[in-house]
Nanobody
Framework: VQLVESGGGLVQPGGSLRLSCAAS????????MGWFRRVPGKGIEWMSG??????NYADSVKGRFTISRDNAKNTLYLQMNSLKSEDTAVYYC?????????????????WGKGTLVTVSS
């Protein structure tokens, strides 16, 4: 199993970025996938999750971030709009263990190495 994030970078407040997560080594369409982030000096925070067409978001990003997936391309996406300085973090994609309910870290079995997003003027 391999998850590789890309698309991070430096963006001004109010700007947008789209993150991608290329998945390989498993049947991507069969798994729920999630996005997490680690803010400097803090723990990992769940951002969003998707299973088939069902999506969930943390309150902090609801209305600004959109998660999606292309099963034909084995790729997960996170469209981030109206970015704020507090969105600065390393963003990770992760695969959810089948049969688990919540989006807690302990329910994710594989993680990418992350991509850094910096929101600054």
């Amino acid at each position: 199993v391999q998850l590789v994030e890309s698309g991070g970078g430096l963006v001004q407040p109010g700007g947008s970025l789209r993150l991608s997560c290329a998945a390989s080594g498993f049947t991507f369409s069969s798994y729920a996938m999630g996005w997490f982030r680690r803010v400097p000096g803090k723990g990992i925070e769940w951002m969003s999750g998707i299973l088939n067409v069902n999506t969930n978001y943390a309150d902090s990003v609801k209305g600004r971030f959109t998660i999606s997936r292309d099963n034909a391309k084995n790729t997960l996406y996170l469209q981030m709009n109206s970015l704020k300085s507090e969105d600065t973090a390393v963003y990770y994609c992760a695969r959810k263990k089948p049969g688990t309910y919540s989006w807690s870290q302990s329910n994710m079995d594989y993680w990418g190495k992350g991509t850094l997003v910096t929101v600054s003027s």
